[in-house]
């Protein structure tokens, strides 16, 4: 299985919004609404944002909104904070009952 | 609160076998499912292993060989153990939990990691 398409890196001001695309297949993000997003920190442990395309677990700044077109899902952030620069990594079921990951978007707060 | 704790060897040599030990505290390891995820430096997440809450689990097409999951519930561990170790298996290592219902993917927690390094 091959790891999801994530832009290597996105930046913006803060105050702006910025989109993170992953982009799959019909077999994994396409195929199903299991597709959560986790931001990471540097030397943190992830930590998950959305799940489910478009669920904010509680506590998540309401910010971060999470969409799917066709076999690619988007994460974006609102209103951009300096505290909103880490990596971003998405996730995603797969037809083969597997869980494939994001090759990782580093999140720049100019 | 569920919080997660790996402990491991932390550098081990080439073509032997690695052993983790992740201890839940806050909940009991038989009623959620459970994954062990690593990143390589500077790389993005992978994902190696999944239990069920039933024992049942999954791997890692490309680590199937190699890898076995594991937990003892008398002791609220989970386990990982991966044979013929390379340097390309060197990475931190997480445990994770999936709040979801099985499927869903919702790994909403996650231990601090350990990291591993193989070399000789």
């Known amino acids: 299985q091959s790891a999801l398409t994530q832009p290597a890196s996105v930046s913006g001001s803060p105050g702006q919004s910025i989109t993170i695309s992953c982009t799959g297949t019909?077999?994994?993000?396409?195929?199903?609404?299991?597709v959560s997003w986790y931001q990471q920190h540097p030397g943190k442990a992830p930590k998950l944002m959305i799940y489910d395309v478009s669920n904010r677990p509680s506590g998540v700044s309401d910010r971060f909104s999470g969409s799917k077109s066709g076999n690619t899902a988007s994460l974006t952030i609102s209103g951009l904070q300096a505290e909103d620069e880490a990596d971003y990594h998405c996730?995603?079921?797969?037809?083969?009952?597997?869980?494939?990951f994001g090759s990782g978007t580093k999140v720049t707060v100019l | 609160q569920v919080q997660l704790q790996e402990s491991g060897p932390g550098l081990v040599k080439p073509s032997e076998t690695l052993s983790l030990t992740c201890t839940v505290s806050?909940?009991?390891?038989?009623?959620?499912?459970w994954s062990w995820i690593r990143q390589s430096p500077g790389k993005g997440l992978d994902w190696i292993a999944y239990?069920?809450?039933?024992?049942?689990?999954k791997y890692n097409p490309s680590l199937k060989s190699r890898v076995t999951i594991s937990a003892d519930t008398s002791k609220n561990q989970l386990s990982l153990k991966l044979t013929s170790l390379t340097v390309a298996d060197t990475a931190v290592y997480y445990c994770v939990r999936d709040g979801g219902l099985g499927g869903e993917i919702v790994f909403d927690y996650w231990g601090q990691g350990t990291q591993v390094t193989v070399s000789s």
């Open positions: 239990m069920y809450n039933s024992g049942s689990t």
């Open positions: 019909s077999s994994d993000v396409g195929g199903y609404n299991y």
């Open positions: 996730c995603s079921y797969t037809s083969s009952s597997m869980i494939v």
């Open positions: 806050g909940g009991s390891i038989s009623s959620s499912f």
